[in-house]
């Protein structure tokens, strides 16, 4: 068997049924490439070693309670034994609930949050916490309380954000998954940094129950991996419904998984590369060459391309601002915490202050009427295509900005300027590393990873995880950045 950090998830779930690696095995491995490789690319904010060890020899008893001959029967959980860290974001009873942010230190999460009850059902085991920027709000994770997560290609790089200390935790060969969450980009914008996978669900096709609730719907759970079927598995097990949703969609025909091995018939593919949301935006020669890349792949397999217009005006995206901004002054902060919080954070909070709530409501409408403006601009299509950023991934500290907070928020629009629209439509998007491109900047020449994205519409996973899976057979990429410790 090659090293367990080299195994996809299904891969290592399948190992440790066949009997090849125990869970305990796996969780002294993982633990130990996570002490070691974890502060390299800032992965962690904290290790649950201790809970680790207790689940691992929890999966054995379950393993040997069914016996050798039963293990396959579908008896076991599916990814008995496979380390699957929970971004902090996210309530892990008896865990630190820090939230990436000094204000909320020494919380501890008195609950399991629904997708970490679903991890835990589906045998995987939780290994730490990953890092997140202050409350999850910039495409950067450089958070004051912990070092900042970095992209394994390139150390002086961040990994993306929010869902950066997971993604570095993927990308690094710590673990094969890790959860994330995604409001304006958060999974699919480290995946594209890192050279990884990573889905952005529909709006309602992920649970945010029992505890949690949908609000302004901009935001949802997901995974981030290597490999579209381990992305598409996932969201098998993260697909399950809680009393009391707010939206609910039909399951997959069969399974998500399943959908992989489907050869989707010829698609009506849209292909834009200029910015949505900041008119005249940058954009990188590489995020070009990974459309166009993209886009020669998809012809040769029979897809029908033709180009996709702007769906809306950049000053329409302003829609998004009172949502976001009010959802941010919605965080829990006592009042004698507020100076503890980031310049970015202080100022979207002030932001939300200044919003009425007849403003409010007109952001709700207004945005409901983007959704509808959208699906007609597109309607000609099946699939949408751009790049995932707009620029190669960003040195540490390049759009950090505390002295102008307003300047920060300007950079990372620039930087982001097509992952937000699909939160702001509740449609379904994934990144995929289909492009490396050398990147020349300062005194360093580097290979660095250029994500493509693909939206399809509400609820259309299964088409989204085949033409995936038909990309990633028709052009692998590789499991692990260049001089990544394997």
Same mark, same amino acid.
């Given at each position: 068997m090659t090293q367990i950090h080299e195994l996809s998830a299904l891969d290592l779930a399948a190992a440790v049924r066949a009997g090849q690696v125990s869970p305990s095995e796996i969780a002294d491995h993982t633990l130990e490439r996570a002490r070691?490789?974890?502060?390299?690319?800032?992965?962690?904010?904290?290790?649950?070693?201790?809970?680790?060890?207790?689940?691992?020899?929890?999966?054995?008893?379950q393993l040997a309670a069914v016996g050798t001959a039963a293990r396959d029967d579908g008896v076991l959980p599916p990814f008995l034994g496979v380390p699957a860290p929970v971004k902090d974001l996210t309530m892990v009873a008896g865990l630190p609930f820090e939230c990436g942010s000094a204000a909320f230190a020494g919380n501890v999460a008195s609950v399991d949050d629904g997708v970490v009850t679903l991890l835990r059902a589906a045998g995987t085991l939780m290994v730490g916490k990953t890092t997140t920027p202050e409350l999850g709000l910039p495409p950067y994770t450089e958070p004051d309380v912990a070092p900042p997560a970095r992209t394994p290609w390139d150390l002086t790089r961040s990994a993306g954000g929010s869902s950066g200390g997971a993604a570095a935790a993927v990308a690094a060969g710590i673990v094969p998954v890790a959860h994330g969450?995604?409001?304006? *980009?958060?999974?699919?914008?480290?995946? =594209?940094?890192? $050279?990884?996978? @990573?889905?952005?669900?529909?709006?309602? %096709?992920?649970?945010? *129950?029992?505890?949690?609730?949908?609000? =302004?719907?901009? $935001?949802?759970? @997901?995974?981030?991996?290597?490999?579209? %079927?381990?992305?598409a598995a996932f969201l098998d097990v993260l697909a399950q419904p809680w009393p009391g949703d707010h939206y609910l969609l039909p399951g997959p025909r069969s399974t998500f998984l399943q959908a992989c091995d489907q050869q989707p018939a010829p698609l009506r593919v849209g292909v834009l590369t200029e910015p949505v949301n900041v008119a005249g935006a940058p954009v990188h020669p590489g995020a070009r060459a990974a459309v166009d890349r993209a886009a020669r792949l998809l012809e040769g397999l029979g897809h029908h391309l033709a180009e996709a217009p702007v769906p809306f005006a950049p000053e329409q995206w302003d829609a998004f601002m009172p949502l976001w901004a009010v959802g941010v002054l919605g965080a829990p902060v006592p009042p004698e915490q507020e100076e503890l919080l980031v310049p970015l954070t202080r100022w979207m909070r002030e932001l939300g202050r200044g919003f009425t709530g007849a403003q409010y409501a007109q952001a709700v409408t207004d945005v409901q009427r983007l959704t509808r403006q959208t699906a007609l601009a597109w309607s000609a299509f099946d699939v949408i295509l751009t790049p995932t950023l707009a620029q190669p991934p960003a040195l540490i500290g390049a759009l950090r900005d505390d002295s102008d907070p307003a300047g920060d928020f300007a950079a990372q629009k620039a930087f982001t300027p097509w992952t937000s629209v699909w939160n702001l439509i509740g449609a379904p998007a994934i990144s995929l590393p289909l492009h490396r491109q050398v990147v020349d900047e300062g005194d360093?020449?580097?290979?660095?990873?250029?994500?493509?994205?693909?939206?399809?519409?509400?609820?259309?996973?299964?088409?989204?995880?085949a033409l995936a899976a038909q990309l990633e057979a028709a052009d692998p990429w590789p499991m692990f950045a260049p001089g990544v410790e394997i």
């Open positions: 070691r490789l974890g502060p390299q690319v800032g992965a962690f904010v904290h290790l649950a070693e201790k809970r680790a060890h207790a689940q691992a020899a929890e999966a054995e008893e969450s995604d409001g304006g *980009g958060s999974i699919r914008i480290p995946a =594209a940094a890192t $050279g990884l996978v @990573g889905l952005k669900p529909s709006r309602g %096709r992920i649970s945010s *129950g029992p505890y949690g609730v949908d609000g =302004a719907g901009l $935001g949802v759970n @997901g995974v981030l991996t290597r490999t579209v %079927r381990d992305t360093d020449a580097r290979e660095l990873p250029f994500g493509v994205m693909l939206g399809a519409r509400l609820g259309q996973e299964e088409t989204l995880l």
